[in-house]
């Protein structure tokens, strides 16, 4: 009642008549009849005043205001309007309302900024990446033409080097495309039943080569017992599982061994990839599944790597409604492993 026009308007308009009663009884012999005379028409007319002018020129326009607050607060974070309590400070509130209302613009306003950054940093990794291997083939042709042609031996290392830069550019392309239509979702998951021990044979087939070179060796979990059914996208998880393998290879050691198993539990089929390599340090751990991060850059390139695998591993893992996780040790290895969903009832 107090901060409503009326209340603010009776206490204004009792002070000025009593200063100006106070005033005319310092004049001599005033009758006490004229001093409430005085007392009553300035009550009476200062209260008017001082209540019309609130009630019109500020507490109606303050209630436009929050009316035009509420719309656009309701519009953007549509959010319950609050119950208007009738006799709090209407300036007060007014200012709780706008700063909330402005911390939550803030806060958007920061999401919307790291969105901007994010984007900055994934183009100028993208342009910076396209680049290397075009600027690399571009560097062999050139020189071919102005000469290097003739020399046999000079011809065929160039040929080769530049057909190199070019299969690395055609992976990379490839592997942002993936990463696109996974995340505009033009990739639909088409769910199968399918043996994953006989999938991760033919991966293993598939890089034998590179891992012989390596003198790596792959192999199974001693425990596993064929077939080992998983319900998932059959074509994806041959990507996830070439890649994780394909890491293990690249980033494992020398005459080291990797190895695949196959766990479950009730509903669950537990899969892991787990290398006897190097290990990945804690801080590198926690973003080797961000687009582009590698450890060792300069390594990792001269290995064929775009530095996409692990997130288009992640992103597939996760259009499964599952979560990939990474274990290392420095010096022991490093282990990724997901769940998928079991086959043997499908
Ligand atoms: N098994 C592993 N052991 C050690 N480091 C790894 C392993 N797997 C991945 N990494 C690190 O994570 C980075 C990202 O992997 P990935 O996204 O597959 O890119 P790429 O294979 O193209 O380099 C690699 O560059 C490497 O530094
Ligand atoms: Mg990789």
């Known amino acids: 009642m ?35 005379v005085a007392f009553s028409i300035a009550f009476a007319s200062s209260f008017l005043l001082f209540y019309f002018s609130l009630e019109f020129l500020v507490f109606r326009e303050i209630n436009k205001i ?6 656009v607060k309701k519009k953007d974070f549509k959010l319950p309007r609050k119950q208007i309590v009738i006799d709090t400070n209407p300036l007060k509130r007014l200012n709780e309302e706008i700063f909330a209302y402005a911390t939550r ?29 075009i600027f690399a083939a571009q560097g062999f042709i050139h020189t071919l033409i102005d000469g290097a042609i003739d020399d046999k031996s000079v011809r065929d290392k160039f040929l ?5 830069s070019l299969d690395g550019l055609d992976a990379l392309v490839k592997d942002l495309l993936t990463l696109s239509q996974m995340e505009t979702g033009d990739i639909k998951m088409h769910y199968e039943k399918f043996d994953i021990g006989h999938l991760t044979s033919d991966i293993f087939e598939q890089l034998e080569e590179k891992a012989e070179a390596k003198r790596v060796q792959l192999k199974f979990d001693k425990k596993m017992s ?42 669950h089929l ?10 990945i340090e804690p801080e590198h751990l926690k973003r080797i599944f961000e ?25 597939i893992i996760e259009a ?25 009832n499908k």
Do not use: C
Request: hydrophobic share 35%.
């Open 105 to 133: 613009k803030q806060q958007e306003i920061d999401e919307l900024k790291k969105l901007e950054n994010f984007r900055k940093e994934f183009l100028a990794n993208v342009s910076h990446e396209l680049k290397t291997p």
């Open 226 to 267: 064929v077939p080992v059914w998983a319900y998932a996208d059959r074509h994806r998880i041959t990507q996830v599982m070439t890649n994780l393998i394909d890491n293990a290879i690249k980033y494992g050691r020398e005459e080291g061994k990797v190895l695949v198993s196959f766990d479950s539990d009730k509903e």
């Open 66 to 71: 929050f009316t035009v607050i509420d719309k």
């Open 2 to 36: 107090l901060f409503s026009p009326k209340g603010i308007a009776f206490v204004l308009a009792g002070s000025v008549a009593i200063i100006t009663t106070a005033f005319l009884s310092l004049i001599k012999d005033t009758p006490g009849s004229a001093l409430f």
């Open 320 to 344: 499964h409604r599952s979560k990939v996780s990474v274990t290392s040790k420095m010096g022991k290895g490093t282990t990724f492993s997901f769940k998928l969903e079991k086959g043997d």
């Open 291 to 315: 687009r582009f991060y590698r450890i060792e850059k300069s390594r990792s390139k001269e290995q064929g790597g775009t530095g996409l695998g692990l997130a288009i591993v992640k992103h």
């Open 270 to 279: 537990i899969v892991s990839v787990k290398d006897d390599g190097p290990g």
């Open 160 to 164: 080769d080097k530049a057909a190199k």
